[in-house]
């Protein structure tokens, strides 16, 4: 049974930079698809971010963060840097995961429905703010 785990949340102001980290244990996480959602107050959980399993040749983000976020990956971590952060960015992140590699072959995650993903953390949360 796969276990993610997010940290890395805080305050910071407005066009200010945060990186969370989502590491696991139970399996080996270069195998898995790996998502990063957020859930603002009021508001449905909404996908950010997600990339591939093995080397995370392949990475999806929402229009809403798109060219401001960069997502990357270790073996032992995903990352979600977020660069010029606005208000509106404040939310629970939460990362998930889903095995992306059964053999040679790497699914590429779709990156929109939860329901996508089997394993979630707890979420950390960002506030944008001064």
């Known amino acids: 049974q796969l276990r993610v785990v997010e940290s890395g949340g805080g305050l910071v102001q407005p066009g200010g930079t945060l990186e969370l980290s989502c590491a696991a244990s139970g399996d080996t996480f270069r195998i898995y698809n790996v998502g990063w959602f957020r859930q603002a107050p009021g508001k449905e959980r909404e996908a950010v971010s997600c990339i591939s399993a093995s080397n995370g040749s392949s990475t999806k983000f929402s229009n809403s963060v798109k060219g401001r976020f960069d997502i990357s990956r270790d073996d032992d971590y995903v990352y979600l840097r977020m660069n010029s952060l606005k208000s509106e960015d404040t939310a629970v992140y939460y990362c998930?995961?889903?095995?992306?590699?059964?053999?040679?072959?790497?699914?590429?995650?779709?990156?929109?429905?939860?329901?996508?993903?089997?394993?979630w953390g707890q979420g950390t949360q960002v506030t944008v703010s001064s």
């Open positions: 998930a995961a889903v095995r992306g590699q059964r053999g040679g072959v790497v699914l590429i995650p779709t990156c929109v429905e939860e329901d996508e993903f089997r394993y």
